[in-house]
């Protein structure tokens, strides 16, 4: 028969099992698992007649070749004595068995191996692109490019955790450095993503900026930009110092280190100006493209180069999600798969980076193969005359300004999508 687990040890149970192997964290038994530190345990306190005594403190602290300060920390605040350390160690020795081992999902290792070829053979066209349409690669690329190596590293990374040190997702099968390894790989992660987002919006923008003297929309690309930049900021600062100390998980500060901030709401926060965001830059380029284009097929094809960046909004809203399911589950037994956060997170990411090269290869089939978006001859002819003006343009900077209020320098939809 199956044994059922209360809430209140499934907390036991979690709380233990980290405060166990937190307490071998600098000594040779750091690289053992909770489970079998606690069954140990149970079978030396066996042999001890009063736990509460500092001299089985400090034998204790011997066996699992751990500091005697520490063992007598945890004994007397967190579990009041060391007999009642026995008693939850022989509760909890009880119920892991009943947890089973669950695992990380399995699907993020090839998902992100199909997205970094995508997205590598996307931004390969994209430069392509670039130096057959306009001859050279600008500031903005080489700024997406930062933000790509940033985003595969980081996913190397994921896939290494995922599959190595936290493959198995419960605490109780999880050693101290395996833990370590987890918090370190998360507050990386956690930086990186708030740099990789900026830069992949910064890049957008100084397009934008670049393309045009037309005050308005300058304006809106810089007022964005500032948005941009300050809630980046607030993530990018928000997890790196929650905690004070910075990094509470080391050392005794395990104990009593203080996390003023609310992850969660950072996360609401943040996620809800950057989806904010994500539509402004959709919008930006369309009074100018509405403007400068007169034919209903041409103003489609031009919202619908901007709005494949949606898609990358999308994505964003169902990271939100799936971070809120798995923080606030409820489900007894079940720790947090990781893997989903991790694998939207990585989409999301890679799909900015994608949405943001569409223009670039919409100008290289309209270069090279017209007929694939529907083009005449004639309109094909248009179209690449606007896309020489427009690298003109740049090649000869955007001071310039119509004499004609209102009006703007560039002739060409030829813009980034949003992220």
């Known amino acids: 028969m199956e044994r059922s687990i209360s809430a209140d040890e499934w907390m036991y149970t979690q709380n233990l099992c980290r405060i166990i192997t937190w307490m071998t964290s600098e000594g040779k038994k750091s690289n053992i698992i909770a489970s079998e530190l606690v069954s140990t345990t149970q079978e030396w306190l066996q042999s001890v007649q009063n736990a509460s005594t500092p ?25 009041g004595s060391g007999e009642s350390y026995r008693q939850f160690i022989a509760l909890v020795n009880d119920v892991i068995p009943a947890l089973g ?25 994209r430069i392509y692109s670039r130096l057959k349409v306009g001859g050279y690669i600008r500031a903005y690329d ?28 419960g605490v109780w099968d999880q050693s101290w450095d395996d833990y370590n390894s987890l918090e370190s790989s998360s507050l990386a992660n956690n930086i990186c993503y708030p740099v990789v987002v900026f ?53 005794l500060n395990f104990l009593d280190a203080y996390c003023p901030v609310t992850v969660w709401k950072l996360e609401l926060g943040t ?31 031009g919202v619908l180069t901007f709005g494949v960046g949606a898609l990358a909004c999308v994505c964003c809203g169902m990271r939100l999600s799936v971070m809120h399911n798995a923080w606030f589950s409820n489900e007894v037994g079940k720790p947090m ?30 270069k090279k193969a017209p007929k694939i978006l529907g083009l005449t001859e004639e309109q094909a002819a248009a179209a690449s005359m606007d896309l020489e003006k427009s690298e003109d343009l740049e090649k000869k900077g955007t001071s310039r300004k119509k004499s004609e209020a209102g009006s703007v320098d560039v002739n060409s939809v030829d813009s980034p999508s949003p992220v």
């Open 271 to 301: 996620s809800i100006v950057n989806i904010v965001t994500d539509v402004v830059i959709w919008l930006i380029p369309l009074p100018m493209i509405f403007k400068i284009i007169h034919t209903p097929t041409e103003r489609i094809l």
């Open 101 to 125: 081992h669950p695992t990380q999902s399995a699907h993020f290792l090839p998902l992100f191996i199909v997205l970094t070829i995508i997205t590598t053979a996307v931004f390969a066209l």
């Open 337 to 366: 798969d990781s893997s989903i956060v991790a694998t939207w997170t990585q989409t999301e990411l890679y799909m900015a980076i994608i949405c943001s090269s569409v223009p670039a290869i919409r100008a290289l089939i309209i």
């Open 55 to 79: 001299a089985a403190a400090a034998d204790y602290a011997k066996f699992l070749d751990a500091s005697e300060e520490w063992v007598e920390i945890v004994w007397a605040n967190f579990f």
């Open 142 to 169: 080489w700024i997406i490019l930062a933000g790509f190596i940033i985003t595969l590293a980081t996913g190397i990374m994921r896939a290494y955790i995922l599959t190595g040190p936290v493959h198995y997702r």
């Open 199 to 251: 830069l992949v919006k910064a890049s957008l923008l100084l397009f934008y900026y670049q393309l045009t003297a037309w005050h308005p929309l300058r304006w809106a690309t810089i007022i964005t930009f500032g948005i941009v930049t300050c809630n980046s900021l607030a993530l990018l600062f928000g997890y790196t110092f929650r905690c004070i100390p910075v990094l509470g998980w080391k050392g």
